[in-house]
């Protein structure tokens, strides 16, 4: 891959806020131009705290980061970046318009592309109105539309669905897959893994500042697991053990949960029949992200994400 | 920086609070300087007395009535404006929004430092202009002959009152970069302005000859200064002679100068979360 092709480059990033906190530890990661790469992991893992040092807000205390082929923050790459950091911030005594108007002369961006960006988030009808009194989701969209103010090469969006309807989440979404459809790449970051799986190209998997995987999302996903029905159970499990290692099975609510390539179906059942387990169910599950995922935050059982 | 400055000039335009500001720093600036005398003159009891109390209010004394209060009052709105348009930057949470458009931060700063120059320029005009229109107002009804400072000497005291406004206002600016918020940097700096000076200046003073020698060092005590070297009455609040009016324009501007570097090391070396 050579330099054009990659946007974001991390090398060892970290930060670390007093002596006890580390919030990011030795993150290297890679986004290449074009694809729409999610940055996915469970509350306080870091993902905020890496975007911000991607955009100059915060220095890492060790490690390196280049976007756009220069130190983050630096007004070269920040004209090609659009951002939305956190919850969106803007003046509350004034309307959403005005908000962008400042938010356009900052960036020294066209005034036309204003009217633009309220129509893409679905904001312009509300436009004139004081940010004060917008709602969450409503909040939410102007920090898309500011984000999008510059038509930038480099979109990094953190939750961009936080506070939205799921009317309003997939149409963020959709949003969210069209502007990376092109030459756009996108950076976004979430805790929902059906988001992740359903609009990115590549994950990052972030737990306690670790970025413990990087991969796209089908090799990520794997290849899936059989659910055998099987009577009786600790027998079963035993021969499974046997068979297959004892990391490899499971049992979830009364069946066997064996993490092998289904195709592999046929020579189970015959081995398991062969050892006197009477087989009632065998079923083939498509591997998730969530499982994964929970398997690689140590979650397992707490689920609230997804 | 021009994208800056124009950016600033747009959000504190469309702020009611900084017209808030404005119209306090009028009212106040038009009772203590008209009213007040006006009223008085109204109920004194022997015409002589009568006469003395409005003469103050006449045309010719417009520099030092309109920058007579810039050390305490007008002291306190500017530097409450500082606090509220850097302050809120933080308490918004719009410093991040802004600062991930493009500027680097000191020209965000470099933009909002001249916004507020401009802003206190208005403000000091405002004081200056509606100040003239009253007692020009009060000269022709009571048919007195009508003495105008001169030319060069109003612009003297507009730049006077500029600096002695910009000081307080850039003091309230580094204290927002420095607490990033605005209750402590209010708080702390009215507290300065109103009430530590003046317990400095009127109580350590004649006890501790170390205070004594540091009085003159203040930046509210060479405002003071500066405003009656243009003539201010030295028996004002906050209106004082410890220094020449050479003297407490150097220092003010090393003051103004000191705050502006404090701020710009503030912002650019720490995060913004
Ligand atoms: N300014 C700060 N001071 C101290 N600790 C902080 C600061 N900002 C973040 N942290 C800590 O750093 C860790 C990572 O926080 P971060 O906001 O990056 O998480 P996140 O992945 O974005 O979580 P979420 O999904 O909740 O948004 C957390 O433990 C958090 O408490
Ligand atoms: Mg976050």
């Avoid at chain 1, 993902?47 to 007004?75: D, Y």
């Avoid at chain 1, 490899?248 to 015959?270: C, F, H, Q, S, W």
């Amino acid at each position: 891959m050579n330099s054009e092709g990659v946007l974001v480059e991390t090398r060892n990033l970290t930060k670390r806020y007093g002596s006890r906190i580390l919030a990011v530890d030795r993150v290297s990661l890679t986004v290449r131009r074009g694809e729409v790469y999610g940055f996915l992991g469970p509350n306080g893992a870091g993902k905020t705290t890496c975007m911000r040092m991607l955009l100059g807000l915060i220095r890492p205390t060790s490690g390196k980061a280049t976007v756009l082929g220069r130190s983050p923050g630096h007004p070269e790459s920040l004209v090609r970046v659009g951002a939305l950091v956190e919850s969106p911030a803007f003046y509350p005594y004034l309307s959403g318009m005005d908000n962008l108007r400042v938010v356009a002369r900052y960036a020294s961006v066209p005034k036309r592309r204003i009217e633009e960006v309220l129509r893409l988030v679905g904001l312009t009808h509300r436009a004139r109105d004081k940010f004060a009194t917008y709602s969450l989701g409503m909040k939410q969209r102007l920090g898309v539309a500011a984000a999008l103010l510059k038509d930038p090469e480099l979109l990094i969006l953190d939750e961009p669905t936080n506070g939205l309807d799921p009317a309003g989440m997939a149409d963020m979404r959709d949003l969210i897959r069209r502007l990376g459809s092109g030459e756009r790449t996108v950076l976004l970051s979430s805790h929902l893994l059906g988001e992740i799986e359903q609009i990115c190209d590549r994950v990052g998997i972030i737990s306690g500042g670790r970025l413990i995987a990087e991969s796209t999302v089908e090799k990520l996903r794997g290849k899936g697991a059989l659910l055998v029905g099987a009577k009786p159970l600790d027998h079963a499990r035993q021969s499974a053990e046997q068979l297959l290692g004892a990391e490899r099975v499971e049992v979830l609510n009364g069946t066997l949960r064996l993490n092998v390539d289904p195709v592999t179906a046929g020579r189970i059942n015959r081995e398991l029949v062969d050892a006197g387990v009477e087989v009632t169910e065998l079923r083939p599950v498509e591997g998730t992200l969530e499982e994964v995922f929970l398997e690689m935050t140590d979650q397992k059982g707490e689920s609230h994400v997804g | 920086m021009l994208a800056s400055f124009s950016a600033g000039m747009l959000k504190l335009y469309k702020r009611p609070a900084a017209w808030g500001l404005l119209l306090v720093a009028l009212v106040l600036s038009q009772i203590f300087n008209y009213l007040v005398p006006y009223a008085g003159y109204l109920s004194a009891d022997n015409e002589r007395a009568a006469e003395q109390i409005l003469a103050s209010t006449m045309p010719e004394y417009l520099i030092s009535n309109s920058i007579g209060g810039f050390p305490l009052f007008a002291g306190a709105l500017a530097l409450t404006l500082g606090v509220l348009s850097v302050g809120s930057e933080y308490s918004f949470g719009t410093l991040k929004t802004m600062l991930i458009q493009r500027p680097r931060r000191l020209t965000f700063f470099a933009g909002e430092l001249l916004v507020l120059a401009v802003a206190v320029l208005a403000i000091v005009l405002s004081i200056f202009a509606l100040g003239a229109l009253t007692s020009y107002t009060i000269a022709t009804s009571l048919s007195n002959s009508i003495a105008w400072p001169s030319l060069s000497e109003l612009a003297r005291g507009v730049a006077s009152g500029w600096l002695i406004l910009m000081t307080w206002c850039l003091l309230g600016a580094m204290l927002a970069f420095l607490f990033k918020g605005m209750a402590m940097p209010i708080g702390l700096g009215v507290v300065w302005i109103l009430g530590i000076e003046n317990l400095i200046v009127n109580v350590a003073a004649a006890l501790l000859d170390f205070a004594d020698t540091l009085q003159v060092g203040l930046p509210g005590v060479n405002a003071g200064s500066l405003v009656s070297a243009l003539g201010g009455r030295s028996d004002a609040p906050g209106v004082n002679t410890a220094v020449d009016g050479t003297q407490a324009t150097i220092v003010l501007v090393a003051y103004a100068v000191v705050f502006v570097l404090i701020a710009s090391v503030a912002l650019q070396r720490r995060d913004v979360t």
